[in-house]
C-alpha cells in the first residue's frame, strides 16, 4: 500500500493509508481515540455535518480508488511473455487472456450472489462459498506459479516486464 502511494500519488490512496494508520494506532491506543471520537462527535453538532455528506465524500473517495486502471491482473505477466514469444498472435493472446479474465469475473459474481442469497435465506451458505473459494485460490496459485516460471514477464523479444499477476 505505501509503493503504491508512492508510484501512483493518489488522494484515494493517501486516504486508504492514514486510514489503516488511525486503525492500527486505534487498537493500541484505545482511550486516546475514545477522546477523539467524542471531538469529532462535538465538530459535528457544531459545524451539523450530517452523516450522508460523510457516506457521500467516503464513497466518492472509495471509487476514485477503484476508477483508476487496474495494474494487477491475473496472468498479466503470462501474456506479456506470450505476446512476446509469438509475436504474429497478439490479438489472439490478449483476446484469450481477456476472456478468461471475463468468464472468472462472472462465475465470481454469480457465486457471490448465490451465497448471499442462501445466507439470507438461513441456508447453509458455507458450503456454496467454497467452490469458489477454492477456484480463487487455485486460480491465484496458477498465477504464482507462471510468474515463477516465466519471471518478470519479459521474452526473447524483449517484452519488458509485466505488471505483476494478483
Request: charged share 10%; hydrophobic share 50%.
Given at each position: 500500500?505505501?509503493?503504491d ?6 488522494l ?5 493509508l492514514?486510514?489503516f ?5 486505534a487498537?493500541?491506543?484505545r ?24 457516506i ?8 476514485d480508488?477503484?476508477?483508476?486502471p487496474?495494474?494487477a491482473?491475473?496472468?498479466?505477466n503470462a ?24 468468464l472468472f469475473?462472472l ?11 442462501a ?8 458450503n ?10 487455485a ?16 521474452g ?5 516486464g ?5
Amino acid at each position: 500500500m505505501i509503493l503504491d502511494v508512492t508510484i501512483n500519488q493518489s488522494l484515494a490512496g493517501i486516504v486508504q493509508l492514514s486510514m489503516f494508520a488511525i486503525g492500527g494506532v486505534a487498537i493500541i491506543w484505545r482511550r486516546k481515540f475514545n477522546r477523539c471520537l467524542n471531538y469529532l462527535v462535538t465538530f459535528n453538532n457544531r459545524y451539523k455535518i450530517t452523516s450522508t455528506s460523510l457516506i457521500l465524500i467516503g464513497t466518492a473517495l472509495f471509487l476514485d480508488a477503484f476508477a483508476t486502471p487496474a495494474h494487477a491482473q491475473f496472468f498479466q505477466n503470462a501474456e506479456t511473455w506470450m505476446t512476446g514469444q509469438f509475436t504474429g498472435a497478439d490479438e489472439a493472446i490478449t483476446l484469450s487472456f481477456n476472456v478468461l479474465r471475463g468468464l472468472f469475473i462472472l462465475y465470481l459474481g454469480i457465486s457471490l450472489v448465490r451465497v448471499v442469497q442462501a445466507a439470507r435465506q438461513d441456508e447453509d451458505w458455507q458450503n456454496l462459498a467454497r467452490t469458489p473459494m477454492i477456484i480463487l485460490i487455485a486460480v491465484t496459485m496458477g498465477d504464482i506459479l507462471a510468474n515463477l516460471i516465466i519471471g518478470s514477464g519479459g521474452g526473447a523479444a524483449g517484452g519488458g516486464g509485466g505488471a505483476g499477476g494478483g
